[in-house]
C-alpha cells in the first residue's frame, strides 16, 4: 500500500529552522496537491502550505514569510522549510497528497517542538 512517509521533525530554539521532507514509498501519479498541514496539542490539525503540480503555494497567514514549501515536478516528493520558528509553531506536522480519482494520502506525522 503506497504511503508518504515525513522525516526531518525534531526540538529546535525559538528562531531557529528544520526542514520536513515527505516522500511517497512508491512512485504515485495523479498527485495534484501537496500539503503540510500540523496539529498543537488540544487544537484541530490546521492546513499549514500548499502546493500544486503547476508550482503554485499557498500559505496560513501565520508561516507567511518564515516558511517555504517546495516539492519535485510530480510531487512525489515534498519540503517544508521553516525558518524564523516560534513556540507557537510546535505540534505535529503531517503530510498530505490530493491524487486524482482517489481517497487523500496522509503520513504518519513528525512531531515538530519549538522550545528554549
Known amino acids: 500500500q503506497v504511503q508518504l512517509v515525513e522525516s526531518g521533525g525534531g526540538l529546535v530554539q525559538p528562531g531557529g529552522s528544520l526542514r520536513l521532507s515527505c516522500a511517497a514509498s512508491?512512485?504515485?501519479?495523479?498527485?495534484?496537491?501537496m500539503g503540510w498541514y500540523r496539529q498543537a496539542p488540544g487544537k484541530q490539525r490546521e492546513l499549514v502550505a500548499t502546493?500544486?503540480?503547476?508550482?503554485?503555494?499557498n500559505y496560513v497567514d501565520s508561516v507567511k514569510g518564515r516558511f517555504t514549501i517546495s516539492g519535485d515536478n510530480a510531487l512525489n516528493t515534498a519540503y517544508l522549510q521553516m525558518n524564523s520558528l516560534k513556540p507557537e509553531d510546535t505540534g505535529v506536522y503531517y503530510c498530505?497528497?490530493?491524487?486524482?480519482?482517489?481517497?487523500?494520502?496522509w503520513g504518519q506525522g513528525t512531531q515538530v517542538t519549538v522550545s528554549s
Open positions: 512508491e512512485s504515485i501519479f495523479g498527485i495534484y496537491v
Open positions: 502546493i500544486t503540480g503547476g508550482g503554485t503555494t
Open positions: 498530505n497528497a490530493k491524487v486524482v480519482r482517489r481517497s487523500d494520502l
